[in-house]
């Protein structure tokens, strides 16, 4: 693999422990999948970032990478375990707040920003049309790929990290044209709406393993749909990347794109999903918006559909601080917390200690939030409209 001068550098230790550690990183890596040469990268985004998944021989080693390391290029950082302005009142440990703490600080210590938001596309860190970057979170890594046009693997937290302290990552993979065409073509009957796009995500997900899927058939979606979509690819599947004839940035340019393998998705199918993914028996401790986190959209018609009734159960929206602060300046925070929603920041519904607060069961409208919520939290879930979610929320 051919290195500048810089980056043997690099490798050598010349600039430090953090960096030589991030170079041997990428270039492992590099080798493994046959790398020719590292391309720099405009942007990074670090997931690995909630206590409950690091642990304390994560902790050391960010905190060890913290000593003498600093990012070269605008680095986001992934949600954590916890709000880090009312864990207190909302009921998180005070020992894994604590440590939780510890982690954010060893992060900005590398100068990384404390965004805290698997959708960094809503807060600042939004990849233009070619741009290479370097980013983990599954569902952040489909939406820059598919609906910005945007270059990056699949990175893990250590790499993604690794690739933003040397400001390069290795060229393969889906940072070359070659391997960004679709494999198979998914030809839907109608548009849906909401959460059928989850639905679809997730059977196309499970369809197509890792192969990127071209979809037809998709006439309108919205940005929040697409987020929705993407997530339950990525979940279900390992798709990092897909396009929409006439939508999707690739899919225009290229508007003959074709894949040799073709599928066709019934309604039926989808409503085997909605199926798959309820426990009907069950009445939620908790409902929520918010996996990926949500926009200032979604804030917006949450609150519309309210019209003024007052939740009588926990309903939380996941969101990224960012668009709370949006959503305090227009007004629609304070109107949704009057009605007993609370919009929650800086953590989310799966990397959040959520059994510690007592909560055994959930409804939402992301595919991804009900099946990590069962399959790694343990608990029983629901899968619905946003309609429908206040519907059960006011009831
Ligand atoms: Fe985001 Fe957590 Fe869902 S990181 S995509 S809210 S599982």
Redesign the pocket.
């Known amino acids: 693999m051919y290195l500048t001068r810089e980056e043997e550098a690099m490798l050598k230790g010349e600039y430090g422990y953090a960096a030589q550690k991030s170079m041997e990183i990428l270039v492992a890596l590099g080798k493994i999948y046959d790398a020719e040469r590292m391309i720099e990268i405009k942007s990074a985004q670090i ?1 690995g970032v909630s206590y409950k998944s690091l642990g304390d021989e994560g902790l050391e080693f960010i905190e060890k990478l913290a000593e003498d390391g600093r990012v070269r290029v605008p680095t986001t950082l ?2 954590c375990g916890i709000d880090l302005e009312r864990w207190r009142e909302l009921g998180f440990p005070e020992d894994f707040a604590k440590k939780q703490f510890k982690v954010i600080e060893a992060y900005l210590k590398l100068g990384i920003m404390r965004t805290l938001t ?2 960094p596309y809503l807060a600042g860190n939004r990849p233009r049309l070619g741009d290479h970057i370097a980013w983990s ?1 599954s ?1 952040a890594i489909i939406y820059a790929n598919s609906v910005l046009g945007a270059r990056t693997n699949r990175e893990g937290g250590p790499s993604a990290l690794a690739a933003a302290i040397a400001g390069r990552t290795p060229l393969y993979g889906l940072h070359l044209d070659e391997n960004r065409s679709p494999e198979i073509e998914v030809k839907i009957p109608r548009s849906l709406s909401g959460y059928g796009y989850a639905a679809l995500g997730f059977l196309v997900g499970r369809l197509a393993g890792d192969k990127i899927p071209l979809f037809r058939g998709i006439k309108l979606i919205s940005d929040e749909e697409l987020k929705l979509l993407g ?1 339950a690819l990525a979940c279900s599947g390992g798709i990092p990347l897909f396009h929409i004839e006439g939508i999707t940035p690739e899919a225009k340019l290229n508007p003959k794109i074709n894949a040799p393998e073709r599928y066709e998705i019934g309604v039926d199918e989808i409503k085997e999903v909605y199926d798959e993914l309820n426990d009907y028996d069950v009445d939620p401790d908790l409902i929520f918006i ?4 949500s926009s200032i959209r979604e804030l917006i018609i949450f609150l519309e559909l309210l019209r003024g009734r007052a939740v009588k159960r926990r309903t939380w929206i ?1 969101t990224s601080r960012f668009t709370r602060t949006l959503g305090e300046k227009l007004g629609v925070v304070e109107k949704l917390e009057n009605l007993g929603v609370k919009v929650i920041c800086d953590t ?4 959040a200690p959520i059994r510690k607060l007592g909560i055994r069961s959930i409804a939402t409208n ?1 595919a ?2 009900a099946w ?1 919520s069962r399959n790694l939290n343990g608990l029983k879930v629901r899968f619905m409209s946003i309609e429908m979610l206040v519907e059960l929320a006011v009831k």
Request: charged share 10%; glycine share 10%; proline share 14%.
């Open positions: 997931s992934n949600p698997c959708t979170e569902s997530a918010g996996c990926p986190h996941f989310c519904p799966i990397v992301s991804k939030g990590f």
